[in-house]
């Protein structure tokens, strides 16, 4: 698990604010020092998916399939959302900046059926998988982000389009979202087929009461 996870670390900083508003968000954090953001990938690579080719699709137990571009989620209502970045192995960024479209908006297009319970979620890059339930996914706090630290979400960051998932540790937050499936029961996604929690919320190893509220 240490060994998936420590694959491409590279280190944030306290400057990363103001570089990513100027110079987008993933030159930040390529910076020494400061803030602590760590980029993981756990297939050793960085998936480079131009704007202009982005999509999303949403499939499974829905009424209406649907394939989303940026420019369709850009168009959608925008949530912003001033929340920590908190990974379960104890570091933290505070007060991080998040734009994008509520996970629940996304799914409400695609009119869910009756039976339908959880989400599956994959990633550019072709490792990477997680899930959450209705419930968790429907919370106003997580969101399809495509902004972060006022800039587009950059490919190290995981953009151009990357799950936020406020209440719950990083690793829920899955990177460059390719795919949700809606289903009646998800299967353990990545981390979770690695011994980490299905249910991550925070506060649950680091003292923290980050347990949801509505």
Not at 68 to 94: E, I, N, Y
Request: one cysteine or more; a negative charge.
């Amino acid at each position: 698990m240490v060994g998936a996870g420590a694959l491409g670390i590279v280190f944030g900083s306290k400057v990363q604010s103001a570089v990513g508003s100027a110079l987008g968000s993933g030159l930040g954090g390529l910076l020494p020092g400061g803030n602590r953001f760590r980029i993981y990938t756990v297939s050793n690579t960085f998936p480079d998916i131009p704007d202009s080719r982005y999509r999303l699709s949403v499939t499974g137990m829905v009424d209406q399939p649907i394939t989303l571009t940026l420019d369709d989620l850009r168009a959608m209502p925008r949530t912003s959302l001033v929340k920590d970045f908190q990974c379960v192995t104890g570091w933290r960024v505070p007060d991080v900046h998040w734009e994008g479209v509520r996970l629940s908006e996304v799914l409400n297009r695609a009119e869910l059926k009756t039976g339908a319970k959880a989400l599956e979620f994959d990633s550019y890059d072709g490792t990477d998988t997680e899930s959450l339930t209705l419930d968790q996914a429907q919370r106003p706090d997580v969101i399809v982000a495509y902004r972060m630290l006022g800039a587009p979400i950059t490919t190290e960051h995981g953009g151009p389009v990357r799950l936020y998932v406020a209440p719950m540790y990083g690793y829920k937050s899955l990177k460059w979202l390719s795919a949700i499936r809606v289903v009646e029961e998800a299967a353990p996604g990545f981390w979770e087929q690695n011994g980490y929690s299905t249910d991550a919320w925070i506060g649950s190893s680091n003292g923290r009461s980050d347990q949801p509220v509505d």
